[in-house]
């Protein structure tokens, strides 16, 4: 083959966040003409690529990029002429940027989110804020701002938040303190509030009680006892509402706090004054509320501890996980066995791990054999062998023998921590349908008090009696619940995340749980995705040469290939007893297969496109052969030495077992499924006759992969599965990406969402998982908005004049816990998803 002259370009690029990123800057790269190689990094931002100059240019290369959403400039030391001295410079592209996580203090609602994030965006450099109200968390993106400039920023909004100290993710906030905090505060409030609303309410049910109460304590002593407790109330466990509402009331920028300190407020200054200076009043207005002032605050703070302990169940799952790691772990000293924090451990620590214990950090075993339960991180039901040379994961569970492993990661580099990272960082996502959400929630607060004002007025106009008028402005501001509006979607979205971690399944960015259930098409590589990616050399056909001869030559210059058929090869020849030979020269080309030179020879080791990209002749007895080993689902390929195909070799590659009730299951779903191929198209139209799938194609490249990506998305949103690094470009391209988790850390890093074991009844899993989110998000919406859009009329008297009953704030405040107590509740639902 003639080897075509090629220059290098590196290229900055700006904007790339993710993994995804990197691999739709390949993507772009490699689809323009002329390119031969790209390799792309996120840190730096920065693209190497080989192209031919005859074709392209960097500064083409660098258009492309920009084209695909990434700001590129070639640098420097190209090889690209140097611009004329007049021609005005290239401008650099901004720097990508990083990101900080806060925790907030004092969010209770999705009001309380907006000003979060408005007050983060208002300071200059930084380039988005998104706030979880489920997880109290914040995630800035800004250009190297100091963590202290920005936590400044929130706490003069009224929230203080604080800097994730952690080098990783530990998922959701356990809520214990939370939860015993509010408890105890509800408790104190509920001693004090129960005189008073026992006597008070049970004077209305029981008359004789209301007349022994006036004829032994009088009517204004016993008010001034309610008011003596009904401030006891407010000032202690109610604070709250005080020093957070009134705060953002003054700075204009009205919360749920500020609802509830303005109505249990007003309810407690009008009967004040209706106690000490009823002569103030009108006639006919000296009535007191401070029992519905007392039970508001009561009621609130239950609702809260109910809801501080809901989302701990919510975010249960992910801390579940994390927790599995032990504390300690026996390492080998000089001095022998030493129990060790797992946070002082570091890559090299040679560990003990005894029968029936967890591991603690990721490893390889050195000495011993037996069995590891791995269900808990990959969802994986059966025990998996272990021997000296696997690989052990942080957090597995060990069977009943005793094994000895050395450390090759820790801390923030761990499997269970990376997946807690990337759960987390989708939990902490705001869905396409929350930003639409947002807008509402963000003028709620101000037009409930708008109403509250136009009810007060309105009722002063039409009866002139203000203390009906004060109690429907009251009922207003408290059945009003942001709160509900807030959690409808993010809670969903931890409590889904959460149970599909459980699973082994892993949503690395939130939106891809909004768009699995939607998708209309799904397609599938083979190999290792399908297939078991373990296959076995069946047959070796060689064609005036030796077997074994051809044997080791095509596994001498396999032998350093990554590739699954390479792997067979060797594993073949190493079988067989054969000797393998240094190879030279070694160049693959994804779709052309592999050249090398083996003891002085050129070979060329691939399939028919490979021969006939190298001239290669191919006898008609071994033509017939590949055809008939393609027609059984088996790979075939060849090697040739000096334009001549020399031998055939057939892999066998065994279907997963699950595969075919996974796509079945799918296909009841209405997906339709697409399989997209490198190997023979025969081999693809086989498995895709076992498996049902209507669609097979074969012989692709991965830019033809790419392309038919491109072509499904006419028919509407189309997923991608597949495990290997030609597998990358689709997976970008795709709307939702799904990797196998057993496959290439670039098909991962590219992916939507990861399938841990490389089991496909995970796929089922994750689609299921999907579907009941949005569902249950479309749910607690209808419920959120459904709840208020009914009951603030009715709080503000629109049944009145119909012969309905004035809503009591009592009643109110009831029904404002209860709503948001039930969209957490709805979402807890999803911890039994994929069952």
Same mark, same amino acid.
């Given at each position: 083959?003639?080897?075509?002259?090629?220059?290098?370009?590196?290229?900055?690029?700006?904007?790339?966040?993710?993994?995804?990123?990197?691999?739709?800057?390949?993507a772009a790269l490699l689809a323009t003409p002329g390119v031969v190689s790209a390799e792309v990094t996120r840190t730096p931002g920065e693209a190497l690529t080989h192209y031919d100059p005859s074709q392209t240019s960097p500064s083409a290369l660098a258009e492309a990029i920009t084209q695909a959403g990434y700001p590129a400039a070639p640098e420097a030391h190209h090889e690209e002429a140097a611009p004329a001295?007049?021609?005005?410079?290239?401008?650099?592209?901004?720097?990508?940027?990083?990101?900080?996580?806060?925790?907030?203090?004092?969010?209770?609602?999705?009001?309380?989110?907006?000003?979060?994030?408005?007050?983060?965006?208002?300071?200059?450099?930084?380039?988005?804020?998104?706030?979880?109200?489920?997880?109290?968390?914040?995630?800035?993106?800004?250009?190297?701002?100091?963590?202290?400039?920005?936590?400044?920023?929130?706490?003069?909004?009224?929230?203080?938040?604080?800097?994730?100290?952690?080098?990783?993710?530990?998922?959701?906030?356990?809520?214990?303190?939370?939860?015993?905090?509010?408890?105890?505060?509800?408790?104190?409030?509920?001693?004090?509030?129960?005189?008073?609303?026992?006597?008070?309410?049970?004077?209305?049910?029981?008359?004789?009680?209301?007349?022994?109460?006036?004829?032994?304590?009088?009517?204004?002593?016993?008010?001034?006892?309610?008011?003596?407790?009904?401030?006891?109330?407010?000032?202690?466990?109610?604070?709250?509402?005080?020093?957070?509402?009134?705060?953002?009331?003054?700075?204009?920028?009205?919360?749920?706090?500020?609802?509830?300190?303005?109505?249990?407020?007003?309810?407690?200054?009008?009967?004040?004054?209706?106690?000490?200076?009823?002569?103030?009043?009108?006639?006919?207005?000296?009535?007191?509320?401070?029992?519905?002032?007392?039970?508001?605050?009561?009621?609130?703070?239950?609702?809260?501890?109910?809801?501080?302990?809901?989302?701990?169940?919510?975010?249960?799952?992910?801390?579940?996980?994390?927790?599995?790691?032990?504390?300690?772990?026996?390492?080998?000293?000089?001095?022998?066995?030493?129990?060790?924090?797992?946070?002082?451990?570091?890559?090299?620590?040679?560990?003990?791990?005894?029968?029936?214990?967890?591991?603690?950090?990721?490893?390889?075993?050195?000495?011993?054999?037996?069995?590891?339960?791995?269900?808990?991180?990959?969802?994986?039901?059966?025990?998996?062998?272990?021997?000296?040379?696997?690989?052990?994961?942080?957090?597995?569970?060990?069977?009943?023998?005793?094994?000895?492993?050395?450390?090759?990661?820790?801390?923030?580099?761990?499997?269970?921590?990376?997946?807690?990272?990337?759960? *987390?960082?989708?939990? #902490?996502?705001?869905?396409? @349908?929350?930003?639409? =959400? %947002? +807008?509402?929630? $963000?003028?709620?607060?101000? /037009?409930?008090?708008?109403?509250?004002?136009?009810?007060?007025?309105?009722?002063?106009?039409?009866?002139?009696?203000?203390?009906?008028?004060?109690?429907?402005?009251?009922?207003?501001?408290?059945?009003?619940?942001?709160?509900?509006?807030?959690?409808?979607?993010?809670?969903?979205?931890?409590?889904?995340?959460?149970?599909?971690?459980?699973?082994?399944?892993?949503?690395?960015?939130?939106?891809?749980?909004?768009?699995?259930?939607?998708?209309?098409?799904?397609?599938?590589?083979?190999?290792?995705?399908?297939? *078991?990616?373990?296959? #076995?050399?069946?047959?070796? @056909?060689?064609?005036? =040469? %030796? +077997?074994?001869? $051809?044997?080791?030559?095509? /596994?001498?210059?396999?032998?350093?290939?990554?590739?699954?058929?390479?792997?067979?090869?060797?594993?073949?020849?190493?079988?067989?007893?054969?000797?393998?030979?240094?190879?030279?020269?070694?160049?693959?080309?994804?779709?052309?297969?592999?050249?090398?030179?083996?003891?002085?020879?050129?070979?060329?080791?691939?399939?028919?496109?490979?021969?006939?990209?190298?001239?290669?002749?191919?006898?008609?007895?071994?033509?017939?052969?590949?055809?008939?080993?393609?027609?059984?689902?088996?790979?075939?390929?060849?090697?040739?030495?000096e334009g001549k195909a020399l031998a055939l070799f057939t892999v066998s590659d065994p279907i997963k077992p699950d595969a075919a009730p996974a796509l079945k299951s799918l296909k009841a779903h209405g997906l339709s499924l697409v399989l997209l191929s490198g190997d023979a198209p025969r081999v693809a139209k086989a498995v895709a006759r076992d498996l049902g799938i209507d669609a097979p194609e074969g012989g692709?490249?991965?830019?033809?992969?790419?392309?038919?990506?491109?072509?499904?998305?006419?028919?509407?949103?189309?997923?991608?599965?597949?495990?290997?690094?030609?597998?990358?470009?689709?997976?970008?391209?795709?709307?939702?990406?799904?990797?196998?988790?057993?496959?290439?850390?670039?098909?991962?890093?590219?992916?939507?969402?990861?399938?841990?074991?490389?089991?496909?009844?995970?796929?089922?899993?994750?689609?299921d998982i999907s579907r009941k989110a949005m569902a249950n998000i479309r749910q607690n919406l209808a419920w959120a908005f459904g709840y208020n859009v009914l009951l603030i009329p009715v709080a503000a008297g629109v049944l009145v004049p119909f012969g309905g009953p004035q809503l009591s704030p009592m009643l109110a405040a009831g029904a404002m816990a209860l709503s948001s107590l039930a969209v957490i509740a709805?979402?807890?639902?999803?911890?039994?998803?994929?069952?």
């Amino acid at each position: 083959m003639r080897d075509t002259p090629t220059a290098e370009a590196r290229l900055s690029v700006a904007g790339m966040t993710c993994g995804k990123c990197v691999a739709r800057v390949e993507a772009a790269l490699l689809a323009t003409p002329g390119v031969v190689s790209a390799e792309v990094t996120r840190t730096p931002g920065e693209a190497l690529t080989h192209y031919d100059p005859s074709q392209t240019s960097p500064s083409a290369l660098a258009e492309a990029i920009t084209q695909a959403g990434y700001p590129a400039a070639p640098e420097a030391h190209h090889e690209e002429a140097a611009p004329a001295p007049d021609a005005p410079a290239e401008e650099a592209p901004e720097p990508a940027g990083q990101s900080t996580t806060f925790t907030i203090e004092g969010m209770h609602c999705a009001s309380c989110v907006s000003r979060v994030e408005s007050a983060f965006s208002a300071v200059p450099g930084v380039s988005s804020a998104s706030v979880n109200l489920a997880t109290r968390r914040a995630t800035v993106h800004h250009s190297g701002l100091a963590p202290d400039l920005l936590e400044k920023a929130s706490k003069s909004a009224g929230y203080p938040a604080h800097a994730d100290q952690h080098d990783h993710a530990v998922g959701p906030a356990d809520t214990g303190d939370e939860t015993r905090e509010m408890a105890r505060l509800t408790l104190i409030a509920a001693l004090l509030t129960a005189p008073v609303f026992l006597i008070e309410m049970g004077g209305h049910l029981y008359p004789p009680l209301h007349h022994w109460i006036t004829t032994t304590i009088g009517v204004t002593p016993w008010r001034i006892v309610q008011f003596i407790l009904t401030t006891a109330v407010l000032a202690g466990p109610g604070r709250l509402f005080f020093t957070s509402g009134i705060p953002a009331l003054m700075r204009r920028a009205p919360e749920m706090n500020a609802l509830v300190a303005l109505g249990a407020g007003a309810a407690w200054a009008y009967s004040t004054l209706a106690t000490f200076a009823p002569g103030l009043l009108p006639e006919g207005a000296n009535h007191v509320y401070f029992e519905a002032a007392a039970v508001i605050t009561t009621l609130i703070l239950l609702g809260r501890t109910l809801e501080a302990r809901a989302r701990g169940r919510a975010g249960a799952a992910l801390r579940g996980l994390m927790a599995l790691t032990p504390e300690t772990a026996p390492v080998q000293t000089p001095q022998g066995l030493e129990n060790t924090p797992v946070s002082q451990l570091a890559p090299g620590d040679l560990l003990h791990l005894a029968p029936g214990a967890r591991v603690a950090v990721d490893g390889v075993v050195t000495e011993g054999e037996g069995w590891l339960d791995e269900a808990m991180v990959t969802g994986e039901a059966r025990p998996v062998a272990k021997a000296p040379g696997s690989l052990l994961t942080g957090g597995t569970l060990n069977g009943n023998t005793a094994l000895t492993y050395r450390a090759t990661a820790t801390g923030a580099d761990t499997v269970l921590a990376r997946i807690a990272a990337q759960v *987390e960082q989708a939990q #902490a996502t705001k869905l396409p @349908l929350q930003r639409v =959400i %947002d +807008r509402v929630t $963000a003028i709620f607060v101000p /037009a409930v008090l708008l109403v509250a004002a136009l009810t007060v007025a309105a009722w002063l106009l039409t009866t002139g009696n203000l203390a009906s008028a004060l109690v429907a402005g009251v009922s207003v501001l408290i059945i009003a619940c942001p709160c509900a509006m807030g959690l409808a979607t993010p809670v969903s979205i931890l409590v889904a995340t959460g149970r599909a971690a459980e699973l082994g399944v892993i949503f690395r960015q939130g939106a891809a749980l909004e768009q699995l259930g939607g998708l209309k098409t799904l397609a599938f590589d083979k190999t290792g995705t399908l297939t *078991e990616g373990h296959p #076995a050399l069946t047959a070796v @056909l060689p064609s005036g =040469i %030796d +077997r074994a001869e $051809a044997l080791r030559l095509a /596994a001498s210059a396999e032998a350093r290939s990554e590739h699954p058929l390479a792997k067979a090869l060797v594993m073949a020849a190493e079988a067989e007893g054969l000797t393998l030979a240094p190879a030279t020269d070694m160049a693959a080309k994804p779709g052309y297969g592999l050249t090398a030179t083996v003891d002085g020879k050129a070979l060329t080791i691939g399939g028919k496109r490979a021969m006939e990209a190298a001239n290669v002749a191919i006898p008609p007895e071994l033509e017939q052969a590949r055809d008939s080993a393609e027609a059984q689902a088996q790979t075939a390929f060849f090697l040739a030495a000096e334009g001549k195909a020399l031998a055939l070799f057939t892999v066998s590659d065994p279907i997963k077992p699950d595969a075919a009730p996974a796509l079945k299951s799918l296909k009841a779903h209405g997906l339709s499924l697409v399989l997209l191929s490198g190997d023979a198209p025969r081999v693809a139209k086989a498995v895709a006759r076992d498996l049902g799938i209507d669609a097979p194609e074969g012989g692709l490249l991965p830019e033809d992969k790419l392309a038919r990506i491109e072509a499904l998305k006419s028919a509407g949103p189309v997923g991608f599965v597949g495990d290997g690094i030609n597998d990358a470009p689709a997976l970008a391209a795709a709307d939702v990406g799904l990797a196998i988790g057993t496959g290439t850390d670039v098909a991962v890093e590219a992916a939507d969402v990861v399938l841990l074991s490389g089991r496909l009844e995970g796929l089922t899993a994750a689609h299921d998982i999907s579907r009941k989110a949005m569902a249950n998000i479309r749910q607690n919406l209808a419920w959120a908005f459904g709840y208020n859009v009914l009951l603030i009329p009715v709080a503000a008297g629109v049944l009145v004049p119909f012969g309905g009953p004035q809503l009591s704030p009592m009643l109110a405040a009831g029904a404002m816990a209860l709503s948001s107590l039930a969209v957490i509740a709805n979402a807890l639902r999803l911890r039994r998803a994929a069952a």
